[in-house]
């Protein structure tokens, strides 16, 4: 899952971060008076004085955040008028550099709160983002929407044949010009105001379906006190689900839900109405009719998308998001799902076909069913490749995986170097946090991160950034990433399955996208790329869990150290591609759907959404009773509240990258400091600083090619 960082993704963020506003010419200010509740006793008020600008968890309260949050609109609306008013000519360092110079006090605050909101979040934070979130949206409205600010930035724009700009200062000037576009900046005052009151609805709308969909998934857990409908899970299992119990004050044990649709314990449940309680309690989540249910939310948010894309001359959300990506068109998404769906949905078929005849075997009498999925394929994983997860999980033990796995990986490609810091403060007692030296012994950026799933945090894992990188600014990193890896009972090693450890490597490989950054303008840094390429870093890093020099390094006994048998890496090696087909259909059809919502005209009627996606299921070839989409459209977070709208073919998209630029490593060495660097240098350093295709097709040396990701996926299908 995203990354979650970026500043032109400010409009998005908002969503995510954070009533009532007052008009005062072309701006919205905030209502709150800060000058009563703000100042230098607030841990914002300042840059942090902690090693890389650090937030000062130790000294931060939960009502530390919303002054300092409404402080930081005023303060960037301070800085954005005087730039919008300055009677000198526009020039790029008057205009658009003094622009990335500005909301240092907002970038702090949202930053930290972002973290907590999402990561530790309680009621007086989760009344922060409902607070917020509509008056962060009128706030970014007030810089995109400020005609005389975009008047300025037109007239740099228009001289930038005739200027002289280094190439990164060209980019910053166009990235930023498109995104006043992309705001509505060349509307009519009247279509401003509408337009403001749509993103004002849809900003309350997402933070809305975020506070439902975290409480209906804790609500949707399973929950028994009968230990024999757990038959089949480990005794660590059945004593986590207990303490899960005890932490809900309930007598014997739950079963928390995961984002997913399917559930990790769905491979181990042997009893059938068990498997089938979970899958319900999973699907149904947010359709129960009661307060947490999300369907209204989410017609009436696709409903206002679509309307705003036609204000802004679009003929729905899908084109207005893609214009910037490297896809560029909904179609161009759309056509390139398409053409997966036959190889996938095949290769989905003979797994079912595979699964049925064990089931048929050993006389079940029943056909499959998607909860039956995970705990018979589990079987025919172990026929095929006599490997199951329990004789697995001993050699993935949490700490050794990161720091023998995630992190050695890092230092064969990079040279970089990793100590923990225990005085460097946490906004939660499971946050680690490590210092990051770079090959040249200088101090690189700090890296903090939060495995371990708890009710009060958000499904999922991600990236984000405390602090970004920017020779403008004199920032150094500080990213983190976030997990819901299952915590084990106390004094007991965290046993992880090989699916947890691709995730830990997944999240990381967008953590050195951040850490490497090397830009001028912050806006422009790091992840700050496009949907559709932001998760090609953190994929590809996911190659190097296999790589044999680097799973040997890590995959031991947490008991002995002895290496894991060479007979079981060979079956886990050769287990990679199974139920590939099963993966790879259940992502399309999340991603299908993400995008049949998103290519709804404004005309078209409030949807009905379960006949909407059944609908858009069948339209796409993907409606198939035992693969069900990774999502389902009420709780699809990417979509709704995650910025991930019209964008989850990404995942896809930048799939077809990472898997034809490992096809590179493959012919040019494998794991050497030669190639890391060079992939270093001519992308993840990068960030938004370049065409991103350019970008790709100089350090490739090519356009890429899907073939490399079908080889990998082991599907069958021809490169388009």
Same mark, same amino acid.
């Given at each position: 899952?995203?990354?979650?960082?970026?500043?032109?993704?400010?409009?998005?963020?908002?969503?995510?971060?954070?009533?009532?506003?007052?008009?005062?010419?072309?701006?919205?200010?905030?209502?709150?008076?800060?000058?009563?509740?703000?100042?230098?006793?607030?841990?914002?008020?300042?840059?942090?004085?902690?090693?890389?600008?650090?937030?000062?968890?130790?000294?931060?309260?939960? @009502?530390?955040?919303?002054?300092?949050?409404?402080?930081?609109?005023?303060?960037?609306?301070?800085?954005?008028?005087?730039?919008?008013?300055?009677?000198?000519?526009?020039?790029?360092?008057? &205009?658009?550099?003094?622009?990335?110079?500005?909301?240092?006090?907002?970038?702090?605050?949202?930053?930290?709160?972002?973290?907590?909101?999402?990561?530790?979040?309680?009621?007086?934070?989760?009344?922060?983002?409902?607070?917020? %979130?509509?008056?962060?949206?009128?706030?970014?409205?007030?810089?995109?929407?400020?005609?005389?600010?975009?008047?300025?930035?037109?007239?740099?724009?228009?001289?930038?044949?005739?200027?002289?700009?280094?190439?990164?200062?060209?980019?910053?000037?166009?990235?930023?010009?498109?995104?006043?576009?992309?705001?509505?900046?060349?509307?009519?005052?009247?279509?401003?105001?509408?337009?403001?009151?749509?993103?004002?609805?849809?900003?309350?709308?997402?933070?809305?379906?975020?506070?439902?969909?975290?409480?209906?998934?804790?609500?949707? %857990?399973?929950?028994?006190?009968?230990?024999?409908?757990?038959?089949?899970?480990?005794?660590?299992?059945?004593?986590?689900?207990?303490?899960?119990?005890?932490?809900?004050?309930?007598?014997?044990?739950?079963?928390?839900?995961?984002?997913?649709?399917?559930?990790?314990?769905?491979?181990?449940?042997?009893?059938?109405? &068990?498997?089938?309680?979970?899958?319900?309690?999973?699907? !149904?989540?947010?359709?129960?009719?009661?307060?947490?249910?999300?369907?209204?939310?989410?017609?009436?948010?696709?409903?206002?998308?679509?309307?705003?894309?036609?204000?802004?001359?679009?003929?729905?959300?899908?084109?207005?998001?893609?214009?910037?990506?490297?896809?560029?068109?909904?179609?161009?998404?759309?056509?390139?799902?398409?053409?997966?769906?036959?190889?996938?949905?095949?290769?989905?078929?003979?797994?079912?076909?595979?699964?049925?005849?064990?089931?048929?075997?050993?006389?079940?009498?029943?056909?499959?069913?998607?909860?039956?999925?995970?705990?018979?394929?589990?079987?025919?994983?172990?026929?095929?490749?006599?490997?199951?997860?329990?004789?697995?999980?001993?050699?993935?033990?949490?700490?050794?995986?990161?720091? !023998?796995?995630?992190?050695? %990986?890092?230092?064969?490609?990079?040279?970089?170097?990793?100590?923990?810091?225990?005085?460097?403060?946490?906004?939660?007692?499971?946050?680690?946090?490590?210092?990051?030296?770079?090959?040249?012994?200088?101090?690189?950026?700090?890296?903090?991160?939060?495995?371990?799933?708890?009710?009060?945090?958000?499904?999922?894992?991600?990236?984000?950034?405390?602090?970004?990188?920017?020779?403008?600014?004199?920032?150094?990193?500080?990213?983190?990433?976030?997990?819901?890896?299952?915590?084990?009972?106390?004094?007991?090693?965290?046993?992880?399955?090989?699916?947890?450890?691709?995730?830990?490597?997944?999240?990381?490989?967008?953590?050195?996208?951040?850490?490497?950054? !090397?830009?001028?303008?912050?806006?422009?840094?790091?992840?700050?790329?496009?949907?559709?390429?932001?998760?090609?870093?953190?994929?590809?890093?996911?190659?190097?869990?296999?790589?044999?020099?680097?799973?040997?390094?890590?995959?031991?006994?947490?008991?002995?150290?002895?290496?894991?048998?060479?007979?079981?890496?060979?079956?886990?090696?050769?287990?990679?591609?199974?139920?590939?087909?099963?993966?790879?259909?259940?992502?399309?059809?999340?991603? @299908?759907?993400?995008?049949?919502?998103? &290519?709804?005209?404004?005309?078209?009627?409030?949807?009905?959404?379960?006949?909407?996606?059944?609908?858009?299921?069948?339209? &796409?070839?993907?409606?198939?009773?035992?693969?069900?989409?990774?999502?389902?459209?009420?709780?699809?977070?990417?979509?709704? %509240?995650?910025?991930?709208?019209?964008?989850?073919?990404?995942?896809?998209?930048?799939?077809?990258?990472?898997?034809?630029?490992?096809?590179?490593?493959?012919?040019?060495?494998?794991?050497?400091?030669?190639?890391?660097?060079?992939?270093?240098?001519?992308?993840?350093?990068?960030? !938004?600083?370049?065409?991103?295709?350019?970008?790709?097709?100089?350090?490739?040396?090519?356009?890429?090619?899907?073939?490399?990701?079908?080889?990998?996926?082991?599907?069958?299908?021809?490169?388009?």
């Amino acid at each position: 899952m995203p990354w979650r960082t970026g500043k032109f993704m400010w409009k998005q963020m908002a969503t995510v971060i954070v009533s009532g506003a007052i008009a005062l010419g072309n701006f919205f200010t905030p209502v709150a008076d800060t000058d009563s509740s703000f100042g230098p006793s607030n841990p914002f008020y300042a840059p942090s004085t902690l090693p890389f600008r650090a937030p000062p968890f130790d000294k931060i309260k939960d @009502e530390d955040y919303q002054p300092a949050i409404e402080a930081g609109m005023v303060e960037q609306i301070s800085e954005i008028e005087a730039i919008a008013d300055n009677s000198a000519a526009p020039t790029l360092e008057n &205009t658009l550099v003094a622009m990335e110079k500005t909301g240092r006090l907002l970038d702090r605050a949202q930053a930290a709160f972002g973290a907590a909101s999402e990561a530790n979040t309680n009621p007086v934070l989760q009344k922060v983002r409902s607070e917020e %979130a509509p008056r962060l949206a009128a706030h970014y409205d007030a810089i995109y929407l400020n005609s005389k600010l975009f008047a300025r930035v037109a007239a740099v724009y228009k001289q930038r044949d005739s200027i002289k700009l280094d190439p990164e200062s060209r980019r910053l000037l166009e990235v930023t010009y498109d995104y006043f576009l992309q705001s509505g900046a060349n509307l009519s005052e009247t279509d401003k105001i509408q337009l403001k009151k749509l993103n004002s609805e849809i900003s309350t709308l997402s933070n809305d379906f975020s506070t439902k969909l975290l409480a209906a998934t804790k609500d949707g %857990a399973y929950a028994t006190t009968d230990k024999s409908a757990l038959a089949g899970l480990s005794d660590s299992q059945i004593a986590a689900a207990a303490q899960a119990a005890q932490g809900r004050k309930q007598s014997g044990y739950v079963l928390p839900l995961q984002n997913t649709t399917q559930q990790p314990e769905l491979a181990s449940l042997s009893v059938w109405a &068990t498997r089938e309680a979970v899958f319900e309690k999973s699907w !149904n989540r947010t359709e129960r009719g009661d307060a947490n249910d999300t369907l209204d939310v989410i017609s009436r948010l696709a409903q206002l998308r679509a309307q705003r894309a036609e204000l802004l001359g679009y003929p729905n959300h899908a084109a207005w998001k893609l214009r910037d990506q490297m896809a560029k068109t909904p179609e161009a998404a759309m056509k390139f799902m398409d053409a997966l769906v036959p190889s996938a949905t095949a290769k989905a078929a003979s797994e079912a076909r595979d699964i049925q005849d064990v089931i048929d075997a050993q006389k079940g009498g029943f056909t499959l069913q998607p909860w039956d999925w995970d705990f018979y394929s589990e079987q025919v994983r172990k026929a095929k490749y006599d490997v199951n997860e329990a004789e697995v999980k001993p050699y993935f033990e949490l700490n050794n995986v990161l720091e !023998n796995g995630v992190f050695y %990986a890092a230092n064969q490609l990079y040279g970089i170097t990793f100590k923990e810091q225990k005085d460097i403060p946490v906004y939660q007692p499971d946050v680690r946090v490590f210092e990051v030296t770079d090959a040249d012994g200088k101090p690189l950026a700090l890296f903090y991160c939060d495995y371990f799933k708890r009710d009060n945090k958000q499904g999922g894992a991600w990236m984000s950034s405390f602090v970004r990188q920017s020779t403008l600014l004199g920032t150094q990193p500080v990213v983190y990433n976030v997990a819901n890896l299952p915590k084990p009972p106390p004094g007991e090693p965290a046993l992880i399955s090989f699916d947890d450890v691709t995730t830990m490597f997944h999240e990381f490989g967008h953590a050195l996208n951040g850490m490497f950054a !090397n830009a001028r303008y912050p806006g422009l840094s790091g992840t700050a790329t496009a949907r559709d390429f932001v998760e090609f870093p953190s994929q590809f890093n996911e190659h190097w869990a296999l790589y044999p020099a680097v799973f040997n390094h890590y995959a031991r006994h947490y008991k002995t150290g002895a290496p894991i048998p060479a007979d079981l890496a060979a079956k886990i090696r050769d287990a990679a591609k199974f139920n590939e087909g099963y993966k790879v259909t259940e992502l399309v059809a999340a991603a @299908e759907l993400d995008m049949q919502w998103h &290519t709804l005209p404004a005309s078209a009627a409030l949807q009905q959404p379960d006949a909407f996606e059944k609908h858009a299921l069948e339209k &796409t070839h993907l409606l198939l009773s035992a693969v069900p989409p990774r999502y389902r459209s009420s709780y699809f977070n990417h979509i709704w %509240a995650s910025g991930y709208s019209a964008g989850y073919y990404a995942y896809l998209w930048s799939e077809m990258l990472d898997d034809d630029a490992y096809q590179w490593f493959e012919d040019h060495g494998g794991l050497t400091r030669a190639n890391g660097d060079r992939f270093r240098q001519m992308v993840l350093s990068r960030g !938004n600083t370049e065409d991103l295709a350019q970008m790709y097709a100089a350090w490739r040396g090519k356009d890429p090619s899907v073939g490399p990701m079908m080889k990998y996926l082991g599907l069958q299908g021809s490169e388009h």
